[in-house]
């Protein structure tokens, strides 16, 4: 079956970074478009960023010029590096692979932005 599983949330200071990996199985992860979204407490589902199976990349303006997607397919895993974090950034960040019209998604992880 599907799995996706986030990891690399936790605890940073104003300012610092954090690496978040999403590890793919059960799927052809290099053909299919992958993203991060966020939800804080209290507030909607939000896509943060997004890259295609060919490697273009969307980001939202909140984000843009701090945070970067990327993947690798050999290890069937994408990531989001996260620069210069903010505390309005923090939020259970998950994974998402839509395939053939169906969405999958992981656990989540934290990520929680505090001096």
């Known amino acids: 079956q599907v799995q996706l599983v986030e990891s690399g949330g936790g605890l940073v200071q104003p300012g610092g970074s954090l690496r978040l990996s999403c590890a793919a199985s059960?799927?052809?992860?290099?053909?299919?478009?992958m993203a991060w979204y966020r939800q804080a407490p209290g507030k909607q589902l939000e896509l943060v960023a997004r890259?295609?199976?060919?490697?273009?990349?969307y980001y939202a303006d909140s984000v843009k010029g701090r945070f970067s997607i990327s993947r690798d397919n050999a290890k069937n895993t994408g990531y989001l590096q996260m620069n210069s974090l903010k505390p309005e950034y923090t939020a259970v960040y998950y994974c998402n692979v839509p395939r053939y019209g169906y969405e999958y998604w992981g656990q989540g992880t934290q990520v929680t932005v505090s001096s």
């Open positions: 890259i295609s199976s060919g490697g273009n990349t």
């Open positions: 059960g799927i052809i992860f290099s053909v299919h478009p």
